[in-house]
């Protein structure tokens, strides 16, 4: 018999979520693919907190803990495992495992004793750290381990994992598997929450599918398969697979190079040597999430290289260099100055395009008519935090559009966005790619990236370990990500 | 008087009648302080803490109870849920315990379960007199006659006439979960004459749950009309080979059957209209007198929640090209648990 742990009966909570039927049993690892982002949030509120629901029924362990008649807003005890870690960075490993957690009433504490205990909860993971560690040393992937020890001892009902694919290299991803399953043969769910299937597929017994905050599949095993989810997806499909779209990486690119980066040394970065020629797209992949915030601490031209050289048209970055470009991750809460209206978000690093803009009320009012179709009629209010991050990402590109720089830097572009969302971002790119502009993106994991690359720069060691041209990208076998046919 | 407490129009009045007494006595209590009869203005604090617990009282005792009951008069009128308009209000004034008996009278169980019943068995009945399901029958029994083997011919006559017997006779609601399956899996035998190998039928369980997980109870004619929309509408229509695959799972307290099919699958706005049939509560499918499709669905969603709650019924997912999912959710209770 299966125990059932969560379940989730025609829960709605207009206008997000719309008979949401949802059940996770224990050891399971169960996928939420989102196609849209619409209602994944309230979603996951749902899961840890007892809100108020407009209809429905949510069970824990069989026990009724919430539904429209009465909310008692206690929270649920489930961990939630996303880019911010819950553990803390000042403290140790031991600290943060035995100390920081609901009934640690030991007012002496016996570090060997904890340590001891740490490496045994270790061992079957293959983990080996020091005792003591700080969690500020640990990796990305070790402090995700963590947690799922940590959630195991606070006896959480279920862990969420959202997004892990945006901040756990690649080549982690890979060790992750087993250890997923270690847990979850020990007992633990885990609602494995990503935009993308294949990634879904890789870690999940079985997934659901949602799309506008309805549930519209429930995929079991021999459902996993990208012919079922291409009928989800032809969309996403059609667009990126354009013919149109696919011609413009069948031109050779320009013999200029717009950003030349040689013998490299900075940090984690040893000898790195890139060459951008000028129109190209290339996607730098650092599976091993070393070098890529070092990287591009160098191209925003906050700090020099210990050595080597990095130029961008043939002149160190600088930060007030409008022909430059640069996108962190996450842009949509980065890049948005919400003191601004939406107007000045849009034309603030378009000034150098247009003479006297800050001046000149009539130029702007004649720009803001013809942004007018794209943002509406409430350019001139300040951008507000529940604007929808669809808006706000869009809002960010077409600044960089205005602003028209001939080098682009990325990182991540297409971390924790959705179907629609990638498509636009994919058009976006065209655009920029059409006018000439070189880009360089910087990724931990593939996502779509490749769906606009000419090259594939795949990073080891802190140096280029081997390069793949666009004919050539079915070779690389990553977990995510989809590839150009 | 207590009993008069439970309604909150005399929640409101009692309060109102607290509160004016309240603020009679601090208009005289200034008056007093003015007059300098009363010294300490002590008494104003105090004023303003029993005006605060009046507003405190208020709230958790006239407020929250009105906005639950508003909420559920919403879903009752958006179709929601039926039961919760009895059980689970506060009622605003008495008058409002009579609407609501005769509201209960108006929504019998037992009426709306024996029509629902009785639509279920003319559902299943239409099956037997439906010309294209007759002929198809006769046919597929004419063609064995003619081809000699009587064996075939005798296997066929029997599973028909099994389907006919269990559908029309016992009047119960429930059956065990083992009954249904068999009436299915002779339904589809029956099928199978007309489509050949074209469709199969794979049936999984756990396999610890195999023999247990048959003697659960679920309402008579639940799964045969599931499956039967699913050859019907999702099946036949489709070039090549259909598969049928029924899973049963078992959890602490429930009963999971999904009904799925990789047939052509439905246009958004039928698979709308048949989640909203599902989704509110509503008898108006009893007096259609033609076959819709996702009629069948509609009833045995019905039937459920009126034997079992409002928690349990179907839900349905379906894609062009990729198929159908039927998930019936019922509570896990055997015969003898009855």
């Known amino acids: 018999m299966k125990e059932e742990v969560f379940r989730l009966e025609q829960v709605s909570l207009p206008p997000y979520l719309h008979d949401i039927n949802i059940h996770l049993f224990k050891g399971e690892i169960v996928g939420l693919i989102g196609l849209n982002a619409l209602g994944i949030e309230q979603l996951l509120t749902i899961f840890q907190k007892n809100i108020s629901l407009h209809y429905g029924h949510v069970y824990c362990k069989d026990e009724l803990v919430n539904d429209y008649l009465s909310s008692n807003h206690k929270q649920n005890n489930i961990t939630v495992i996303e880019r911010k870690s819950m553990l803390i960075d000042t403290l140790s490993v031991e600290e943060n495992l035995f100390i920081l957690k609901k009934g640690c009433k030991q007012h002496l504490i016996r570090y060997s004793l904890l340590s001891n205990q ?29 947690q799922f020890i940590k959630a195991q001892l ?50 999940s017994n079985r997934c659901y599918l949602m799309r506008e905050g309805k549930i519209i599949k429930h995929l079991y095993p021999d459902q996993m398969n990208d012919t079922i989810i291409s009928q989800y997806s032809y969309e996403f499909k059609e667009s990126i697979e354009e013919g149109s779209r696919q011609d413009q990486y069948s031109k050779p690119p320009l013999s200029s190079r717009d950003l030349v980066c040689s013998n490299l040394w900075y940090h984690d970065i040893k000898q790195l040597n890139i060459e951008l020629h000028a129109g190209e797209t290339v996607v730098l992949l650092d599976s091993e999430n070393m070098i890529l915030d070092q990287l591009f601490v160098l191209l925003s031209g906050v700090d020099v290289a210990d050595s080597g050289s990095l130029l961008i048209h043939g002149k160190r ?59 509406g009629n409430r350019l001139t209010d300040k951008v507000p935090s529940d604007f929808p991050q669809s808006y706000r990402l869009r809002l960010v590109y077409q600044r960089i559009l205005l602003q028209k720089p001939t080098f682009l830097c990325a990182v991540q572009p297409f971390a924790s966005i959705d179907m629609y969302q990638r498509m636009e971002l994919i058009s976006t790119y065209d655009v920029l790619k059409q006018r000439g502009t070189t880009i360089l993106i910087l990724a931990v994991s593939l996502s779509d990236t490749l769906q606009i690359a000419d090259r594939l720069l795949l990073c080891k060691n802190g140096q280029i370990e081997r390069q793949l041209l666009r004919h050539e990208f079915s070779q690389y076998n990553g977990i995510v990500g989809s590839r150009p046919t | 008087m207590v009993e008069k407490l439970q309604y909150i129009e005399t929640r409101i009045l009692l309060i109102a009648f607290f509160l004016g007494v309240h603020i009679s006595l601090m208009i005289v209590g200034m008056f007093l302080y003015m007059e300098e009869r009363i010294q300490s203005p002590l008494f104003l604090l105090w004023s303003l803490l029993g005006l605060i617990f009046l507003m405190a009282v208020s709230y958790w005792w006239i407020v929250l109870p009105y906005r639950r009951t508003k ?18 209000q506060t009622p605003l004034a008495k008058e409002l315990v009579a609407v609501n008996t005769t509201i209960q009278t108006v929504l ?126 999702g099946l036949e229509c489709k070039v090549g080979e259909g598969h049928l695959q029924i899973r049963l799972e078992r959890t602490q307290s429930r009963l999971i059957v999904t009904v799925s099919d990789d047939g052509v699958g439905m246009e958004l706005p039928m698979l709308e209209k048949i989640q909203k049939e599902l989704n509110t509560r509503s008898f108006d499918y009893v007096k259609h007198e033609d076959k819709e499709s996702g009629i069948a669905l509609v009833n ?32 896990a209770s055997k015969p003898e648990e009855a």
């Open chain 1, 317 to 375: 970055p600088s930060l007030a260099d409008r022909s430059i470009a640069l996108v962190p991750e996450k842009p949509d809460q980065s890049l948005i100055f919400p003191q601004l209206s939406v107007m000045d978000n849009l034309l603030f690093t378009s000034d150098h395009k247009v003479p006297h803009l800050w001046l000149n009320r009539k130029r702007r009012a004649a720009l803001g008519y013809e942004l007018q179709k794209r943002f």
């Open chain 1, 118 to 146: 740490m490496q045994q909860l270790l061992a079957p993971l293959h983990l080996k750290l020091a005792n003591k560690t700080l969690v500020a040393e640990l990796t990305s992937f070790e402090k995700l381990v963590i």
């Open chain 2, 300 to 331: 045995v969603n019905n039937r459920i929640k009126l034997l079992f709650g409002e928690q349990y019924g179907l839900t349905v997912t379906s894609q062009k090209e990729v198929g159908t999912d039927v998930i019936i959710s019922l509570p």
């Open chain 2, 108 to 233: 019998n169980t037992d009426h709306l379960m024996n029509a629902s019943k009785r639509q279920a068995q003319f559902l299943a009945l239409q099956n037997q007199i439906n010309p294209h399901f007759l002929y198809n029958t006769l046919e597929g029994i004419r063609s064995e006659a003619l081809l000699g083997g009587l064996e075939s011919v005798a296997t066929m006559t029997e599973a028909l006439s099994t389907f006919f017997r269990y559908t029309i006779s016992n009047v119960e609601n429930l059956v065990t979960l083992g009954q249904e399956l068999e009436n299915t899996k002779n339904y589809f035998f029956i099928q199978q004459f007309r489509f050949g190998t074209r469709i199969k039928l794979t049936i999984l369980v756990d396999e610890e749950d195999t023999i247990d997980i048959l003697q659960y109870r679920i309402p008579k004619l639940a799964l045969q009309p599931i499956v039967e929309n699913s050859i019907i509408h």
């Open chain 2, 71 to 88: 909420h559920i008069w919403q879903l009752f009128a958006t179709g929601y849920t039926f039961r919760s308009i009895i059980d689970e």
């Open chain 1, 154 to 203: 606070s006896r959480s009902s279920m862990v969420i994992l959202k997004d892990i694919s945006t901040f756990v290299s690649e080549i982690d991803l890979a060790k992750l598997k087993p250890i997923l399953d270690y847990f979850s043969a020990n007992g633990m769910t885990f609602l494995y929450v990503c935009n993308h299937h294949q990634e879904a597929f890789h870690f």
